[in-house]
């Protein structure tokens, strides 16, 4: 059977769109249900809309708090029988009850290897770093930034003088390979969130 999945974006969508394609696999243990953003004007829903998947824009409202916005994105998910999310890209920190609530089903991917890293511009703060490697992580997702159990991590090791437009590109194309891989995994129970630890089979 195949886990009924949500991708949850801000911007561009490109792991989105890698993780939509995977899923496109008649084996592929998951099906993409819903892509949802929190900025109506994200790109990536355009490109989701474009393939006729189900997409929603949920923007806060003024004076909304984060528990409430995150109720009510809650309620759009269990409407809708969601029973795995994926974050990619989605550039809002979620509060402890929606991570709770949904521990061992909410997976992100972050362009560093965490716990390096965390937070906006992870490219960015290893190039300025100068780390000889860095690379992607997938996680299960606590209400730390950036934090939980990890799945999974591809690295690499950056070229002599390396410009960061190179580097973030060769991250993202890591990235591509390295979410549908761990999605597939976590849809089949490959890996599980057990005592607070990802525990492979
Ligand atoms: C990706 O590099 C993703 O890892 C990163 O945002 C980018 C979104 O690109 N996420 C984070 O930094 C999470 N802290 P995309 O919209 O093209 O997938």
């Given at each position: 059977m195949k886990r009924a999945t949500a991708i949850l974006i801000s911007g561009r969508g490109s792991n989105m769109q890698s993780l939509v394609r995977a899923c496109?696999?008649?084996?592929?243990?998951a099906r993409i249900e819903l892509v949802a953003s929190?900025?109506?004007?994200?790109p990536g829903l355009d490109w989701a809309r474009d393939q006729g998947l189900p997409t929603l824009a949920l923007t806060r409202s003024p004076g909304e708090g984060r528990a409430d916005f995150d109720t009510r994105l809650d309620r759009a998910l269990t409407d809708r029988g969601i029973d795995l999310v994926c974050l990619a890209g989605y550039m809002r920190l979620l509060t402890a009850g929606f991570t709770e609530r949904w521990q061992g089903r909410l997976l992100n991917i972050h362009p560093?290897?965490?716990?390096?890293?965390?937070?906006?511009?992870a490219q960015a703060q290893a190039h300025r770093a100068r780390v000889r490697v860095t690379g992607c992580t997938v996680h299960f997702v606590?209400?730390?930034?950036?934090?939980?159990?990890?799945?999974d991590q591809r690295a690499l090791h950056l070229e002599p003088r390396e410009s960061l437009e190179s580097l973030s590109s060769r991250l993202l194309a890591l990235e591509h390979a390295l979410y549908p891989e761990c999605l597939k995994q976590v849809a089949a129970q490959q890996v599980q969130l057990i005592d607070g630890r990802a525990i492979w089979r």
């Open positions: 496109q696999d008649p084996d592929f243990p929190n900025k109506a004007d994200a560093s290897l965490l716990p390096s890293f965390p937070g906006l511009d606590d209400s730390g930034l950036d934090s939980g159990p990890i799945i």
